[in-house]
């Protein structure tokens, strides 16, 4: 499994709880301690952690807003932090690629809650890929990936 999979299962873990109990200073160190990761691992999932949280009001009316039918605050926790930490990836990470972002955040749906999840997790992220403007870059590389992906398979 490669390290940012690893961050990424981190930081939904530390979300969480943070979501459940509103800060982390009693337990964060713990967590760390108890099983000890790479630092690679440490800083991307501190660095998507860190960014939820300093930005989870802009990150839950962007959700909000493609999530049909659903107010953030009614969602299940892992859902709700799930699409947190991808839609900031998607939007404070340009290095990440939209796709990685959408295919890792199903992988963890699919791993910490149902066949629904998955489904919603990539239906609203898709829905905010191709809709919000600050994606438009990523938008772009992600055709052109596509596009040479098919134009690779006929030569």
């Known amino acids: 499994m490669g390290s940012r999979r690893q961050s990424r299962e981190r930081a939904l873990q530390i979300l969480f709880q943070w979501d459940i109990h509103g800060n982390t200073e009693h337990w964060l ?5 108890r099983d000890p990761p790479t630092e690679e691992v440490r800083e991307f999932a ?19 807003a493609h999530a049909t039918n659903w107010k953030v605050s009614r969602m299940p926790v892992v859902d709700r932090n799930i699409l ?5 990836e998607l939007l404070w990470m340009p290095e990440v690629p939209a796709k990685v972002t959408v ?13 629904d999840a998955t489904k919603f997790v990539n239906g609203v992220l898709d ?4 809709a919000d403007l600050r994606l438009e870059a990523k938008r772009l590389a ?4 596509e596009n040479g992906a098919r134009h690779g398979m006929r030569g």
């Open 127 to 130: 829905k905010i890929v191709m």
């Open 29 to 33: 160190e713990d967590f760390w301690e």
């Open 103 to 115: 295919n890792e955040a199903i992988e963890l749906a699919k791993q910490f809650a149902d066949d």
């Open 142 to 145: 992600m055709a052109d990936a």
């Open 46 to 64: 501190e660095r998507l952690v860190d960014g939820v949280m300093a930005n989870h009001k802009e990150l839950d009316h962007v959700i909000g």
């Open 84 to 88: 947190r930490a991808a839609l900031y």
